[in-house]
């Protein structure tokens, strides 16, 4: 039976990549796409599916608009990506995370409520979890504690907890994924495999952490979508599922698939120091959502790295206009302040 679907951070890198997968796998369903087109969001995201869905320009946190737009569209559920990202940018502005993250996430939870939309699901991160020591042979189960150390990923923690508020105490049907990094397509210049390609093609150092021997987990943002999917036709309300790969890879592996794609030289690769918080490995225990909802990955880390240098060596036009709007330099941290000396004044 065909329904409507609200995408939030629908102009973003994994929600925009959800609404073009949603379209081609259930074609019959009417999708509301909301963004507030902050600096990481792109409406041109969407250009392959623009005339198929609603596009409402609003921000999660106007409790009132969220629950116009829902009740106008007869919305049945809601998946989340909406959330300010990254790090090092949370370091830097740590209010403006909180905000978005946590009260925002809270006044769509509300706004849905209100509107009577049946379903929520929450986004969230593997980074939740605080890390890994780098020769742990442990990984993040669905039950493990929540230990962040960064603004980023306390504002995800507290945007968690107010979904599982909302399920228990005002019965809406949510449910919460982890996932680990992701990979592929539109993910804004900014990010670690997107800023390595774009700053490789043209002639720039690669920054990598002095930690870059840290491990990362890293999924395809189209088997990431398909978990989406799986959780939201048959997963229990109340429950949270991790979404991993197990497929790990330092900053220096990442570093050099780019440079062997590209065909460029190791010494583009340039050491910065850490941001504050740095965790030195993430990695998820996703037995759970391969054992009750039957999904597993399907495309491989590599594969799907080299595909995703190939895409944005083939989009410069993309990518290029975006970069003007980068709003961090991973460049040395004072620890007194926390602020990256080039932002001194």
């Given at each position: ?22 379209r ?13 087109l ?5 409406v ?8 198929e869905?609603?596009f409402v ?12 737009v829902?009740?106008a ?17 949370a ?11 946590v ?11 209100r ?5 929520f ?13 780098q020769?742990?042979?442990d ?6 504690p929540?230990?962040p150390?960064?603004p980023?990923?306390?504002s ?11 399920q ?15 990979h ?20 720039l150092?690669?920054p ?5 021997g840290g491990?990362r987990?890293?999924?395809?943002v ?17 429950e949270?599922y991790h979404?991993?790969s197990?497929a ?8 050099d ?12 690769k ?11 490995r ?6 759970m ?6 999904w ?5 880390f590599?594969r ?13 036009a ?6 003007a ?7 040395p ?11 001194r004044?």
């Amino acid at each position: 039976m065909a329904r409507t679907i609200a995408v939030t951070g629908a102009a973003g890198f994994i929600g925009g990549n959800f609404v073009r997968y949603w379209r081609s796998v259930h074609p019959e369903d009417g999708v509301v796409a909301i963004d507030a087109l902050t600096h990481t969001g792109n409406v041109r995201n969407l250009d392959e599916v623009r005339a198929e869905i609603v596009f409402v320009q609003r921000d999660i946190a106007d409790e009132e608009e969220m629950t116009r737009v829902l009740r106008a569209h007869a919305v049945d559920a809601v998946v989340n990506f909406a959330a300010e990202t990254p790090n090092s940018l949370a370091v830097l502005e740590p209010a403006r995370f909180f905000r978005t993250n946590v009260l925002g996430t809270q006044a769509l939870l509300e706004a849905c409520r209100r509107a009577g939309v049946g379903r929520f699901h929450q986004v969230s991160t593997c980074e939740v979890y605080g890390g890994l020591a780098q020769d742990s042979a442990d990984s993040f189960t669905e039950s493990s504690p929540y230990l962040p150390r960064t603004p980023y990923s306390a504002s995800k923690a507290g945007a968690d907890h107010a979904v599982r508020c909302y399920q228990h105490a005002f019965g809406l049907a949510a449910t919460i994924s982890n996932c680990a990094g992701n990979h592929g397509p539109y993910q804004f210049p900014e990010k670690v495999l997107p800023l390595f390609v774009t700053n490789a093609l043209a002639g720039l150092p690669l920054p990598m952490y002095a930690s870059s021997g840290g491990k990362r987990e890293w999924i395809s943002v189209t088997d990431h979508c398909r978990a989406i999917d799986l959780i939201l036709a048959r997963g229990t309300a109340g429950e949270t599922y991790h979404v991993g790969s197990g497929a790990e890879a330092t900053i220096e592996e990442l570093a050099d698939l780019v440079l062997d794609e590209l065909g460029l030289p190791g010494t583009l690769k340039t050491p910065v120091s850490d941001h504050p918080g740095h965790d030195p490995r993430h990695l998820l225990d996703s037995t759970m959502i391969r054992r009750t909802l039957g999904w597993a990955p399907e495309v491989a880390f590599e594969r799907g790295v080299r595909e995703t240098i190939r895409w944005y060596r083939g989009n410069r036009a993309w990518w290029e206009p975006l970069l003007a709007h980068r709003r961090i330099a991973e460049e040395p941290w004072r620890r007194r302040d926390r602020v990256p000396i080039s932002r001194r004044r």
